[in-house]
């Protein structure tokens, strides 16, 4: 893969090309932007690009207000021993540091995962490290996920490297919330911004992926501009039943739910997160089983606020507000019977109460609780009765 290929993230990889021609290239850049939006995926190949022994340059796009860029797009060859070694996953100047090494850090050792991004990940893995000599290339490209997890004592550490960070060394930190970094933090990083991806481009890029029309078109709406986590859904292999029809018939059931359903329906949701989770956790490897089973988590309860979200809209088309997009247009039936049972009011009431749910995934209340609590609000006062 070359940068060339990084899919709809034209702006972000202008800035850094508009910078690179001008020799103005910053030594630590923040990447800002949503999760899933191809933040690692561009500083993985905008690295690739810094490491290359033998870069090559092609016209550019035509910069426009939007998209600026340089004149020249510089890429990775993709044929130097550099860039062989970097496919390969086994760059000595490529490091990658994310809070799920540190059970590989002295302080560390047998620790589980944590949640937030640990200081001794890094010193060790980033601080005691910048000064030594790059070993393939003329420079070592540090990339930090999940940035927005550092405690203020891990940035502290951080800021003498990112105030003066050693010539061959170029820092990216990841993040999704830029607000959780320090003002000196901040101050010392060149930020970069990633937008949301388009909705028809990642449904077109699902479809070359031979997904179904009609799961792609789901799936790039309830994304939100995440191409990263519309193909992750799409793309999962379950057991038996796809993600796709595990959501089909989570919103037959909510859109039929009766008080005396709740508890079992309960058990039903545990269980899918469960059948999503375990192969997720397959298919990756630098993200903590903790870590998956909350993004499911929080997946199935989006389901449910997508399905609310689409009662509402089509409540408000039908008063004579304007047409709407509906995420789960394949399901029409259910979305009516759920516009039908509650005022816009109490869909509300209900969007609000669910997201507060999405809060407690984090603060691990106990996770049958947790969607008992949500179906119990949900069918409470204002049961559905057709
Ligand atoms: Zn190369």
Redesign the pocket.
């Known amino acids: 893969m070359s940068l060339k290929a990084v899919y709809c993230q034209d702006k972000a990889i202008g800035a850094l090309q508009v910078a690179f021609a001008a020799g103005k290239l910053a030594h630590a850049y923040i990447f800002a932007g949503p999760d899933g939006v191809g933040r690692f995926l561009t500083a993985r190949q905008w690295a690739k690009v810094l490491l ?4 090559i340059e092609s016209k550019g796009p035509r910069p426009t207000l939007e998209t600026p860029g340089a004149s020249l797009f510089v890429d ?5 021993p ?2 062989e070694v970097f496919e390969g996953d086994g760059h000595p100047d490529f490091k990658h540091v994310y809070k799920e090494l540190l059970p590989f850090t002295r302080e560390g050792k047998n620790k589980k995962p944590p949640v937030q991004l640990p200081k001794p990940v890094i010193d060790e893995f980033l601080i005691e490290k910048v000064a030594s000599r790059p070993v393939m290339s003329d420079c070592a490209v540090y990339v930090v996920s999940e940035a927005e997890k550092l405690n203020n004592s891990s940035q502290n550490a951080l800021l003498k490297v990112l105030e003066e960070p050693p010539k061959h060394c170029y820092i990216i930190l990841l993040c999704s919330r830029l607000e959780n970094f320090l003002p000196t933090t901040l101050s010392r990083c060149q930020i970069v911004r990633f937008g949301p991806v388009d909705q028809e481009r990642i449904a077109a890029r699902l479809m070359e992926m031979e997904i179904g029309p009609k799961e792609a078109t789901y799936w790039a709406r309830f994304s939100e501009g995440s191409i990263g986590s519309a193909i992750a859904w799409a793309q999962l292999q379950l057991e038996g039943q796809s993600c796709f029809e595990i959501k089909t018939e989570l919103v037959r059931r909510i859109s039929e739910l009766r008080l005396t359903d709740c508890v079992e329906f309960a058990v039903w949701i545990v269980a899918a997160v469960k059948q999503i989770s375990d192969p997720w956790m397959a298919s990756v490897s630098d993200t903590s089983k903790k870590d998956i089973t909350r993004r499911v988590q929080k997946g199935l309860i989006r389901m449910i606020i997508a399905a609310l979200s689409d009662a509402m809209r089509l409540k408000i088309a039908e008063g004579g507000g304007p047409e709407c997009v509906i995420v789960n247009s394949d399901q029409m039936p259910q979305i009516s019977k759920l516009a039908a049972g509650f005022s816009a009011t109490q869909l509300a009431d209900r969007i609000e109460k669910a997201y507060e749910n999405i809060h407690w995934v984090d603060a691990n209340v106990n996770e049958k609780l947790l969607f008992e609590e949500l179906l119990l609000n949900f069918a409470g006062s204002a049961m559905i009765t057709a």
Do not use: A, Q, Y
């Open positions: 290359c022994h033998n870069r990775s060859c993709g044929k130097c550099s860039c």
